[in-house]
């Protein structure tokens, strides 16, 4: 079993930045992906940023420049920098790790950005 911890979510105002962490622990490989997807009310789930443990990194198009996601292998931690963040940041921000040939997600953290 694996199970993710996240932290970090709160409210901020518009222009401000926020810092993501996600603890992953359990029984996880070495070769795996970690990242975040968001959901907002009435909204699907949407990817948002992932890095595999051999440092590749992948953005949605819509916080790149913004937003920078960081880990630490050793940990089995993710991180997300979220920089001149947006109202329509706003939402459950979920860590997932891809270990064994399935996702494993958190419980989410919520981040509001008000105008």
């Known amino acids: 079993q694996v199970q993710l911890v996240e932290s970090g979510g709160g409210l901020v105002q518009v222009g401000g930045s926020l810092r993501l962490s996600c603890a992953a622990s359990?029984?996880?490989?070495?070769?795996?992906?970690m990242g975040w997807y968001r959901q907002a009310p009435a909204k699907s789930r949407e990817f948002v940023a992932t890095?595999?443990?051999?440092?590749?990194?992948n953005y949605a198009d819509s916080v790149k420049g913004r937003f920078t996601i960081s880990r630490d292998n050793a940990k089995n931690t993710v991180h997300l920098t979220m920089n001149s963040l947006k109202p329509g940041d706003s939402a459950v921000y979920y860590c997932?790790?891809?270990?064994?040939?399935?996702?494993?997600w958190g419980q989410g953290t919520q981040v509001t950005v008000s105008p």
């Open positions: 359990g029984s996880i490989v070495s070769n795996n992906v």
């Open positions: 890095a595999t443990s051999g440092g590749s990194t």
């Open positions: 997932l790790i891809l270990t064994h040939g399935r996702n494993y």
